[in-house]
């Protein structure tokens, strides 16, 4: 009674059996081969040819200046200027958190590019360009490189400040701006940029400041001591920051500061 179904089990898995092996024998033996990973190999030779010591000088000058990013975007560009200020409404308005770091940074980061724009268009065709071209020498590229931004800090740096780390270094009495060196213009230029930061900032704390005030006031008047101010003054501080489109104020003096 059983074994008809049996054999047609047996028959099927026959069948089954004979069709996957033809379907094996269908596939090309160079398609089931393994994806080759490429390998990557870094080694250091000796360059006989004076094109390829250049290109080796390049990219060792770009590492160098991939290292020091960070230190010439904060201390020679607008952004000390840019981040102090945004921190100060973040700190005026009580929200620790709110922008997150991150955005604050990438905000400012972006400012600093628009606001440096004009300086690195300017660098770019007097500096970059020829030197690339091979028109001008490594030590006539810095100097032709470090002129627009030189000339970018002295605009944003106070008089006294310079005088101060001149007499710091004991530096000759400077005739024109090409007799102050980097090493003194740079400091001077990162406390002048804290100051008109610092003194943005107070501007911008007044308003919440005022509204503080205000709130404590009322709390007291009604008795309620126990009730943190800072969190009925809150929503009123995003309130009139949001109703006066606070970003695009803010942003657009930070941009006309420079």
Do not use: C
């Amino acid at each position: 009674m059983n074994k008809g179904p049996k054999k047609r089990s047996v028959l099927v898995l026959f069948l089954f059996i004979v069709t996957v092996v033809s379907l094996l024998g269908l596939v090309d033996p160079v398609q089931a081969e393994p994806f080759p990973f490429p390998q990557i190999s870094l080694g250091i030779e000796g360059a006989e040819e004076p094109l390829e010591v250049a290109q080796s000088l390049q990219i060792l000058f770009i590492l160098t200046i991939l290292s020091l990013a960070p230190a010439i975007l904060v201390m020679m560009t607008s952004f000390t200027r840019i981040i102090v200020v945004l921190s100060f409404v973040r700190s005026a308005l009580g929200i620790q958190q709110m922008p997150p770091n991150q955005i604050l940074i990438g905000l400012a980061l972006f400012l600093t590019l628009f606001v440096m724009a004009p300086t690195w268009q300017e660098i770019n065709q007097e500096a970059l360009q020829p030197y690339l071209a091979g028109n001008m020498s490594q030590t006539s590229f810095l100097q032709k490189g470090m002129e627009p931004v030189r000339s970018f800090m002295f605009k944003q740096t106070r008089e006294k400040d310079l005088a101060l780390f001149v007499n710091l270094a004991q530096l000759p009495r400077p005739q024109t701006y090409s007799d102050i060196p980097n090493h003194v213009l740079i400091p001077a230029f990162i406390i002048s940029e804290l100051k008109t930061a610092f003194q943005i900032g107070f501007i911008i704390f007044i308003p919440f400041l005022v509204i503080d005030m205000v709130v404590a006031s009322a709390l007291m008047s009604m008795g309620m001591l126990m009730l943190p101010p800072m969190m009925i003054s809150l929503p009123f501080k995003i309130l009139l920051f949001v109703l006066v489109d606070g970003w695009n104020l803010l942003v657009r003096s930070l941009v006309l500061s420079f």
